[in-house]
């Protein structure tokens, strides 16, 4: 069974203290890695794609990149506008749903 | 504007009463989804379409009912039998094709509310 686990949990930063989010998958076949971002009673917004292990997508001062078992999503000097919930999904070879893992709550305070 | 449009953002449901969100997009979308979104959940899979006329159910398909007619809609219906249908509902869409087109966006969403 496919399987997607995001930690941590909750992320709390101070403006500026950069860090990173994770995205550890379990799947057959990888098709391709999604992030989004949802901020509160909205739907997500789509970030990143990502396709194969090695690869790097950036927007801002966010950085995505992928392994063969893993994703991060770096956040370089993050604003208070950078709260938001960061969710990671997978969609494994042939045409099926993605998968979504829980997601991380990111708060960044000025 | 492209897009997906849901509405109503907020729906009051009665006990015992059948409801129906809706979804439409613009974006010439083959595939369709929708999701439940609870507090600490993430977002389950109820029922989604590749295509119009057919739809499969998701992981949490009990109490919920959809239709494709047309391309661009894909209505849900919650149903009395969804004992606990409080919740935030997602729709999404993509383009079925290669794997540089298995992009799903969302809509902006609908809460729904138990009276």
């Known amino acids: 069974e496919d399987q997607v686990t995001q930690s941590p949990e909750a992320l709390r930063l101070q403006e500026g203290e950069s860090s990173s989010l994770n995205c550890s998958y379990t799947v057959s076949g990888l098709r391709g890695l999604f992030w989004y971002r949802q901020d509160p009673g909205k739907g997500p917004e789509f970030l990143f794609t990502l396709y194969s292990a090695g690869e790097e997508k950036e927007k801002e001062r966010l950085k995505a990149t992928l392994t063969k078992k893993e994703s991060f999503l770096h956040i370089t000097a993050p604003k208070p506008e950078d709260s938001a919930t960061y969710l990671c999904?997978?969609?494994?070879?042939?045409?099926?749903?993605?998968?979504f893992g829980k997601g991380t709550r990111l708060s960044v305070i000025a | 504007d492209g897009g997906i449009t849901q509405s109503p953002k907020y729906l009051f449901r009665k006990e015992g009463q059948n409801v129906t969100l809706s979804c439409e997009q613009n974006l010439n979308h083959d595939a369709m989804y929708w999701y439940r979104q609870d507090p600490g959940q993430g977002l389950r899979l109820i029922y989604y379409s590749q295509i119009v006329n057919d739809f499969q159910k998701g992981d949490i398909a009990e109490g919920y009912s959809v239709s494709r007619e047309k391309k661009e809609s894909f209505p849900l219906t919650v149903t009395s039998a969804q004992k606990n249908p409080t919740a935030f509902y997602l729709c999404a869409s993509k383009q079925s094709g290669p794997a540089d087109q298995e992009t799903q966006y969302f809509g902006p969403g609908t809460r729904l509310l138990v009276l």
């Open positions: 999904a997978v969609i494994h070879s042939g045409n099926t749903p993605l998968v």
